[in-house]
Nanobody, 132 residues
Framework: QVHLVGSGGGSVQAGGSLSLSCAISGNTDESNCFGWFRQAPGKGREAVAAMYTQGVRDVSYVDSVKGRFTISRDNAKNMLTLQMNRLKPEDSGMYYC????????????????????????WGQGTQVTVSS
């Protein structure tokens, strides 16, 4: 199993920056991909960014955050980070870090286009609020 603990977030005005962190522990050999998802009030959860970590690393972002958000992973610290710049009010929501599970195999993720298993492991959410 993989255990994830998210942190960071907060409130910021539009145009500002925030950084989210996710501490990773457990058996990460079970996972190809680590990512961030978000959920705004009254809306479904949506993909934000992900990193494929086996072999040559690859990253993917949904169009709405490309050029503004950066996902990274520090293996030495077992930390996944999402740096968010030029934030917009529509970026507000609860942000969750996640890891996939290869137990049932992997396929190309519809949002990320990375070969990931089902995102099974989730950290607790951290709130991001961007005011206009």
């Amino acid at each position: 199993q993989v255990h994830l603990v998210g942190s960071g977030g907060g409130s910021v005005q539009a145009g500002g920056s925030l950084s989210l962190s996710c501490a990773i522990s457990g058996n990460t050999d079970e996972s190809n991909c680590f990512g961030w998802f978000r959920q705004a009030p009254g809306k479904g959860r949506e993909a934000v960014a992900a990193m494929y970590t086996q072999g040559v690393r690859d990253v993917s972002y949904v169009d709405s955050v490309k050029g503004r958000f950066t996902i990274s992973r520090d293996n030495a610290k077992n930390m996944l980070t999402l740096q968010m710049n030029r934030l917009k009010p529509e970026d507000s929501g609860m942000y969750y870090c996640a890891a996939d599970d290869l137990a049932d195999g992997a396929s190309y993720h519809a949002s990320f286009g990375l070969r990931c298993g089902r995102f099974t492991y989730w950290g607790q959410g951290t709130q991001v609020t961007v005011s206009s």
